[in-house]
């Protein structure tokens, strides 16, 4: 098992940004690829961004243009810059990896971390 632990979660007003970091037990290089879902109240959890292990992202339209994904890899974290939040941001922000081992595909997720934007 491999532990993912997030943190910078906290309250922020409406427009104001956040910085969520990831940090790994693994070496991040030894994962397929790394990212963050969030997960809102009576909602089901969503995609919020990726990263490759070759550097390549990918976003959910609801971010594009706002929040960032990038590696770390001097401190094995993985990192979500947020910014020109929004209520419709709130949610549990939770931490995700991929590994492979041959065919076999490996899934590890973290505790999750607390965002709530205030109106």
């Known amino acids: 098992q491999v532990q993912l632990t997030e943190s910078g979660g906290g309250l922020v007003q409406a427009g104001g940004s956040l910085r969520l970091s990831c940090a790994s037990q693994?070496?991040?290089?030894?994962?397929?690829?790394m990212g963050w879902y969030r997960q809102a109240p009576g909602k089901q959890r969503e995609l919020v961004a990726t990263?490759?292990?070759?550097?390549?992202?990918n976003y959910t339209d609801s971010v594009k243009g706002r929040y960032t994904i990038s590696k770390d890899s001097a401190h094995n974290s993985v990192i979500l810059r947020m910014s020109n939040l929004r209520p419709e941001d709130t949610a549990v922000y939770l931490c995700n990896a991929h590994s492979r081992v041959r065919h076999l595909l490996y899934t590890y997720w973290g505790q999750g971390t607390q965002v709530t934007v205030a109106s």
């Open positions: 693994r070496i991040i290089a030894d994962f397929e690829d």
């Open positions: 990263i490759t292990n070759g550097g390549l992202t």
